[in-house]
């Protein structure tokens, strides 16, 4: 249980939030591309896939705010 508060703790500290915004940004737009740019270019955007857009955003997230706790805790 404490390494779940840990974890929720570093989704919003500061400057590990900062790294994953960046890495979010960057891995998510690539993966946004990949999965879901011909659907935008030919106006097919359902909401479902709105959906799936935001967590292809949220997922880089989520995985770079991990990795920095774990390294982190292993200091």
């Known amino acids: 249980m404490q390494a779940i508060k840990g974890y929720l703790k570093a989704l919003v500290t500061p400057?590990?939030?900062k790294r994953a915004m960046?890495?979010?940004l960057l891995i998510g737009t690539?993966?946004?591309v990949i999965n879901h740019g011909t659907a935008v270019r030919s106006g097919t955007m359902t909401q479902a896939r709105w959906i799936s857009a935001g967590l292809t955003?949220?997922?880089p997230y989520g995985v770079s705010v991990h990795g920095q706790y774990l390294g982190q805790a292993k200091q």
């Open 30 to 32: 690539l993966l946004f």
């Open 22 to 24: 960046r890495v979010a």
């Open 15 to 17: 400057q590990i939030a």
């Open 57 to 59: 955003y949220l997922v």
